[in-house]
């Protein structure tokens, strides 16, 4: 079994540090790639921590990513969807079952048997599974994905996760030309929902606490924004948005954008606040909006994705870093000090 240079936490408290892992060789239904270019998620940084200890404890050592973007350099004999050469990517899952209700549908992401990307159980090797922060992935290729070759590859890595989980919802709530939608927050998450809900044709207005954000959101497509500590702003906009799409994860008055939404209108969460947010029924039920969330979306969809931002020439908006840099970077991520998403060069890690 082949070994690879990798970044890993021996602890909750320590930084990350060069290591070497143990990938499996490929099986006949594996496509094994160079990894180019790996996203830095939020959750990498609460799963290294592991702030989620209550729901998905952390097994250490912890080799975290999972927007992954690289050039395949061997298949297996059964393998047909990938050759040599190719460009493909990877996101937070690497396998299901692929025969409970949800996978036959295509929404693996709901799979009870699913595998993600890192810190899972590893059915292949035991222990857990590892990370994008390394060298060389082997995933089956039905977790496989096609980049488009018109995009660049640093801005496309943080579309395996950022990208879908913005994107998905706007599919299943059918963000189409005409309709009004509205993006809460414009970080990492939200400045992805206003490319996409632009490029499907809304009339997009973002929600900002910061004034300064203004420019910044046009420029990303925006075709309006308000600023929500400003209570006749908010309001001259009651009652006629299609969808709003909530990127927020700190504590924020939800009812506010609920009221916001015309009859039948849905909110998404796909920001994950701490505490629970107070939501105020009647806002609900007096214009029978919703109230939803959403995570990633399945296999196809994020296929489908891919291929909308080649279509549209859409990445993420991205600083490239070397991997010797991650914990800065962490600790910049805590600050929100970044615009809007970090992309490791992978290529950093031939020096470790």
């Not at 929100?336 to 970090?342: G, L, S």
């Amino acid at each position: 079994m082949p070994n690879a240079k990798a970044y890993s936490a021996a602890n909750a408290t320590s930084p990350l540090a060069s290591t070497t892992i143990t990938r499996r060789d490929p099986t006949e239904q594996d496509v094994q790639i160079e990894i180019l270019f790996c996203g830095i998620c939020h959750s990498d940084l609460h799963q290294v921590r592991n702030e989620w200890s209550g729901v998905m404890p952390t097994v250490y050592p912890c080799v975290p990513g999972h927007e992954i973007v690289g050039r395949v350099t061997k298949v297996g004999s059964a393998v047909g969807k990938f050759k040599v050469g190719d460009l493909a990517a990877v996101g937070c899952m690497v396998d299901s079952d692929g025969t409970c209700p949800e996978c036959k549908v295509g929404l693996e992401q709901f799979c009870p048997n699913g595998t993600l990307t890192y810190n899972f159980p590893d059915k292949h090797l035991g222990g857990v599974t590892y990370g994008g922060y390394s060298e060389s992935i082997v995933v089956n290729q039905r977790f496989v994905l096609h980049v488009p070759a018109n995009l660049n590859l640093a801005g496309v890595a943080p579309l395996l996760c950022a990208g879908i989980t913005t994107y998905s919802p706007m599919r299943h709530w059918n963000v189409t030309k005409g309709k009004k939608v509205g993006v809460v927050g414009l970080g990492g998450l939200g400045h992805m929902g206003v490319k996409f809900a632009h490029a499907l044709g809304a009339h997009v207005v973002v929600f900002t606490t910061s004034a300064n954000k203004k420019n910044d959101a046009m420029r990303l497509g925006a075709d309006e924004v308000v600023l929500s500590k400003n209570a006749d702003e908010m309001k001259t906009h009651a009652g006629s948005f299609d969808f709003i799409l909530d990127a927020v994860s700190a504590d924020h008055d939800i009812s506010a954008y609920i009221n916001l939404l015309r009859r039948d209108g849905n909110i998404t969460l796909v920001g994950a606040p701490e505490k629970p947010l107070a939501v105020a029924a009647f806002g609900l039920i007096m214009g029978r909006r919703s109230l939803s969330g959403s995570p990633i979306g399945g296999i196809a969809e994020t296929q489908e994705m891919l291929d909308f931002c080649g279509k549209h020439d859409i990445t993420s908006d991205v600083e490239v870093i070397p991997i010797q840099k991650v914990n800065e970077a962490y600790e910049r991520l805590l600050k929100a000090d970044v615009k809007y998403r970090f992309s490791i060069d992978m290529a950093s890690l031939k020096s470790e």
